[in-house]
Structure formats: C-alpha cells, structure tokens
C-alpha cells in the first residue's frame, strides 16, 4: 500500500440522493442538487463523497434494482448532470466515488430478459437458474435479506431463478466468465466519465457455494450482534456468500483500479461487509493487500454505547487489521437507525468526536453533522420494500430529507410540493440554523475536521486507550517517531448523564482543553478536570511555563 495515498485518513461523506436536494420539484432529491450543495459539503472539510444509487432503475428499491448500470435515471437528471457533479466536485477538491452493485440486475435489465428467454438463450448462464428440488420446491433453503424465498420459479421454462433481495431483483452468476467481462465493463465506464472509486454493494454475496448447499438453522444468541433482521436471522449464513473463490474477484478489481490513474490506489473500493467475525472481515483486503482497500467496518453501529463496550470493538478490530492495512469506522448508515437516534441526542457529539479521531478513514452520513434523528414516519407512509416485509423494522426513519433552512419543506424541495418521505429536525435546528450557532453540532463537526487536517497525530498517528475513571472512554494519539515531532492528543468522552472527574488521567501530563463537544467555537479557557454530563474533550499538552523546567505554566488553568 502506498502509506501516502489519500483515503488512508479521508473522510468520507455519504450522501443519499433522494434526500439531499431537490431542485425539480418532485419532491426527490437529485444531482444537480449535490451540485448546488458542494460548496457547504467543502466547507466542511471532508475528502471526498460517496453516492447511493442514482442509475436507470425500476426503483422497487431505490436504485439497488438497475435496469441500466451506465445511464442515469431520470428521476435524478441526467448524464450531463453527472458530469457536472463531477467537475463541480473535482473543482473544490472533493472526489466521487458511486455505488457499484455487482450481485443482481433488475429483472427488467436487458440481460435478464434475454436469459429468461429459455434454456437456450446464450445470457441464460449469466443468472442462476436450477431445477425444481425433487418435491417441486426451491432448489434449496436459502432465503432473501427481505425474510422471503431466495428462488421463484418461472412458469415457462419451469425453472427457479436465484435473488438475494426482491423477485425483481435475479443474482447474477459471477462463475460466469462473461458477466465478470461485463461488470468490468460497467465499471470501466463510470472511471472513464471521471470517478474516484467505488462503493461496493453486499460485497460478499458475489460468492456462493457452487454445489448451492443449505444454510443452517441459526443458534440461539449467535446473531446479538447486529441489529435485528427479521426472518433473515433464522439461518447462519453460511452457503449464500463469501465462499473463497471471491478473493479472486476482488483481485481481478484491484488489478482494474489499478490501472487508473498515475500510482496504484487513487482510484479505490469500499466494500459493504456485514461482518462481525473480524478475522473474516480483515480477509477481504487481501492476502498481500491487493483486494477491497476498505472493507467497510460496521461495528460501532451495532456495539453498546458504554465506554468498555466501545473500547473492546475499536481493539479487536486494530487488532485484526493486516500488517499496513487502513481500518474504516462507519457511525451512521441509510440502512441504520440514525446516530443521534441509537445513542440520544446527548451523546451525538461524542460520537461525532468518537468518529473524527479515531485511525483511519472514516464515513459520515449525510444529516449526522446535524445530529438529524430518525423520522417519526406512520406505518401507512412507508416507501422502504424490506420495511413493508418486516414490520417495524423501516429503513425509512433514517432516509428523511436534510433540512436546509427555516422555510418551507426545510428547503429540501419547492414550497408546495411533498417530500418523497416526511420531514424531521434535529434538536439543533436546520443547517443554516447551525451554521449561525457555535455550539451546534454543526460547529462541532467543521472543527473536530479542521483539528483532523492540521493535527499530524490524527492521520498516521498511532492510538493508545486510558484505563479512565468508569464511564469514560479515554485516549492518546501520538504521531509516529518516523513522521517527525508533533504534540500528542488526548481524547476523554463522557458517555455517561452525570458529571465525572478525570482524576490521574490528567496526572502524567500537564493537558489544556483544546476543543469541547460542548463550545467547540471557543478558545480553551480552562482545564477543568471535569466532564460535564454528556461532554467529550480533545486536550493538547501544555507549554512550558516561563521555568524552564516546566514547573510553572500559563496562567489559563492549572491541571
């Protein structure tokens, strides 16, 4: 890995565009509005932005469900809107990366037509087709992350089709040497139109056992882990991804980013993988580095929010990272509930801290800046596909339109016209609301950015947890001796609703208050011992005073 490459300390904005901005007057966000948003959004400080689904779709589930992988829907513009969005972008130093979803099609896409045409039709083997099981059943037990059969059989040819998701949605069949062309393909064309990268979608499903064996039964506790996924939870998935011939795929991509751009790894993957057991996850980067570039980390969506819990997640997954490899921390997900809603209001700032300083590269979703909480959304108003299946568990709450200002509809769409889902504000208002108040999380999120970009101990750094007093997650991040001097930070998130002393925390080292969740516009006045409820602080050393044996310091605060 070349240690100088941009995303090994990026931080990377999710932007879902259905909800981001509209500016047709449909109620549905779209691509010119990411345009007309890139000023705010490098404002902000990140590095780059990645793209949900915005391709020719049927939208049975939001653009996951492609008819097209190289045309843009008209639902979000068109192919010169994307170009814009990509000069736009380039023009303020931002990068693209997009969602690549390599598993399925749409059942309306060109190819699946085609390979439903029979046995003969020369794409049949593009999609995974098997006969009846001896009773007339599926070809096995699998079943889809919606909860529902994994096959549907097709009257004509009498035959089941495979789909991980939606009967609308047929699984390609990745063994089949020509879909592989064909997907590279796809992908080829997006980094010639300028992209940065990828995101890739249910990376692991790509791979499934060839003899197609059964999952089985899931054991009592064995899924606690992740959040709750109804029907889906029944097995352990086992047989329906991840079998070991994908690693071969995933080099075959390196290889193809690769040989974009003047060095190897400008152009990059992220892998959506849903996996827990980290030694597994840590395998998609490749044995020598050469698959995924991030494997996406999801755990800290689905740990407690208590110091020791969040502690133990971060060093088991350091600790499983491969010699040089870039570990990822995603806080907040279209998928997820939202952060301010998963841990409380109060605590949305800390995660906010949690997120910006911890090693590595980190993804922030699209409202999380606000602390944007999920959307009271009634049950007759539900849009998502898995939500209507599985009721209570809507993907939708965490999916509401960003609000910009205080006039109608928040600004997301046209006075008069109704938002695709409803509309909610976050405790501290809308995002100009925010940018007028210095305490807002807003304020707090541009400066944990600026701090992450000036402050060398948070690019390469090295990290380092504090036995601190109970309920408080403390930690150093110093800068490597190879990258030459620079002041160590000291991190203290109060994850608890009652006020606590840091006690010998500060005993080692004279430390200053250098930013506070709570007035993160302030200069450090103090360096007060003390925690408020709810607070988090980043703390710098001290300067000498005027002995030079540091035996008297400034003036400001006595720690």
Known sequence: MNRHSWWHDAVIYHVYPRSFLDTNGDGVGDLCGISRRIPYLASLGIDALWLSPFFSSPMEDFGYDIRDHTAVDPLFGNAADFDELIDTAHGHGLRILIDYVPNHTAGEHPWFQESRRGPGSHRRDWYTWRDPAPDGGPPNNWIT???????????????????????????????????????????????????????????????????????????????????????????????????????????????????????????????????????????????????????????????????????????????????????????????????????????????????????????????????LPDADIAPADIRDPWGLRNPGLSRDPARSPMPWHGGPNAGFTTPGTQPWLPLTLPPGGTVAAQEADPRSLLSLTRALLTLRRNHPALGAGTLAFLDGPPGVLAYTRSTPPQTGPGRPLMVTLNLTDRAIHLGRLLADRRWERHLTTTAPAAAASTCSPVLAPDEGAVWTPQPPGPHQDGSATSARSQC
């Open 145 to 371: 992350l919606f909860g529902e059969p994994a096959w549907t059989r097709d009257t004509e040819s009498d035959q089941y089709y495979l789909h991980s998701f939606l009967p609308s949605m047929p699984d390609l069949n990745w063994r089949n040497p020509a879909v592989r062309d064909a997907m590279f393909d796809v992908a080829r064309y997006w980094l010639d139109r300028g992209v940065d990268g990828f995101r890739v979608d249910c990376a692991p499903l790509l791979a499934k056992d060839p003899e197609l064996r059964d999952n089985p039964p899931a054991a009592a506790g064995t899924l606690a882990h992740h959040r709750p996924m109804g029907a889906y939870d029944s097995q352990r998935h086992l047989n329906d991804q991840g079998h070991r011939d994908i690693h071969e795929i995933y080099r075959d991509f390196r290889a193809l980013l690769d040989s974009y751009g003047d060095t190897p790894g400008e152009r990059i993957a992220l892998g959506e993988i849903h996996e827990y057991d980290w030694t597994a996850w840590s395998r998609y980067f490749g044995r020598d580095l050469d698959e995924i570039h991030l494997p996406l980390n999801f755990g800290l969506l689905q740990t407690r929010w208590q110091s020791q819990a969040v502690r133990e997640l971060v060093q088991a997954v350091l600790g499983a990272l491969p010699h040089g490899a870039v570990p990822s921390w995603v806080m907040g997900s279209h998928d997820d509930p939202r952060v301010a809603s998963r841990v409380g209001a109060a605590q949305a700032p800390n995660a906010m801290m949690l997120l910006l300083t911890l090693p590595g590269t980190a993804l922030l979703y699209n409202g999380d800046e606000l602390g």
